[in-house]
């Protein structure tokens, strides 16, 4: 068989599975595993995990088809003599030495410009929210929103009370994380994004922009081992309309829910020293 027939039996299951998969399938096959996707950062994301896939799967196929190959055309024949035997072969050598290193390359580089276009910030965002990762619950404070007349109101909850994150569709946010006491990792996975909630930051706390783009309920939940209750650190994602958005804000607010609660407070003070970052 010639080499352009080769390459393109090797090609042809690559091609297949990219036309084949999408993000949005109700098909967990189709999506390669992945969640519906559910923001405006899940492009990059899902390019390269689909391209992933399909250099796992070309380099799968090259090297399964070689040890199919050597071991049908090389098999022992009864009249065969025993071949002369070598401690190396350079060329062999060089290949598997060189080839894996130009792979990782190629990864290296659209993981670093996938996190580039992943972390990208928005400029004036339509909403800010502080999210206040504690020892075991959540708090989403929801900043200087015109809905409840500047004033800032606030969703919490622990693990018994599930904490509710409330996000409008189609209008950007950024979310500013802070934690008073270990690190956590805020975490939604139809958003394809996480970061570490991380104390002690200061004013350089960890924040990220994105935006919802399908209304749904979502579980969102705490990514990183953060000690006895970990597994119950999960909390609610309602992803609704703009106006059903500011009709919760001034719920919170008419129920009392105003100002930064004391966790909020805590996040800004250095653990066991009561410093302030």
């Not at 799968?60 to 003599?81: K, N, P, Q, W």
């Not at 706390?205 to 209304?215: H, Q, S, V």
């Not at 129920?255 to 003070?269: C, E, F, I, M, Y």
Request: hydrophobic share 40%.
């Amino acid at each position: 068989m010639g080499r352009k027939k080769c390459a393109a039996l090797l090609a042809a299951p690559a091609v297949l599975l990219l036309g084949a998969c999408d993000k949005s399938s109700d098909s967990d096959i189709m999506r390669l595993a992945l969640p519906k996707a559910a923001s405006d950062r899940t492009e990059p994301i899902w390019n390269l995990w689909l391209g992933t896939w399909i250099a796992v799967l070309v380099v799968f196929v090259l090297v399964f088809g070689l040890i199919v190959y050597a071991a049908v055309r090389y098999r022992r024949r009864s009249d065969d003599e025993v071949p002369s035997q070598v401690r190396y072969n350079l060329p062999i050598e060089a290949l598997y030495t060189i080839a894996p290193l130009i792979i990782v390359g190629v990864f290296f580089f659209h993981t670093v410009t996938t996190q580039n276009e992943v972390l990208a910030d928005v400029e004036n965002p339509d909403h800010t929210i502080e999210v206040i990762g504690s020892k075991w619950q959540w708090t989403f404070n929801y900043l200087d929103e015109a809905a409840t007349g500047g004033e800032d109101v606030y969703d919490l909850g622990d693990t018994e009370n599930l904490p509710e994150l409330w996000l409008p569709v189609d209008e950007s946010v950024r979310f500013e994380l802070k934690s008073p006491d270990v690190i956590h990792s805020f975490w939604i996975p139809e958003f394809y994004f996480k970061m570490d909630v991380v104390p002690g930051q200061g004013p350089q706390k960890n924040a990220f922009d994105l935006t919802p783009t399908r209304e749904g309920t979502f579980t969102g939940r705490c990514a990183e081992l953060c000690g006895l209750y970990h597994s119950r650190m999960i909390f609610k994602v309602n992803v609704v309309s703009p106006e059903e958005y500011d009709a919760h804000l001034r719920e919170l607010q008419e129920n009392g829910q105003t100002g930064a609660p004391a966790g909020a407070v805590k996040a800004d003070t250095v653990a066991g020293l009561g410093e302030e970052n």
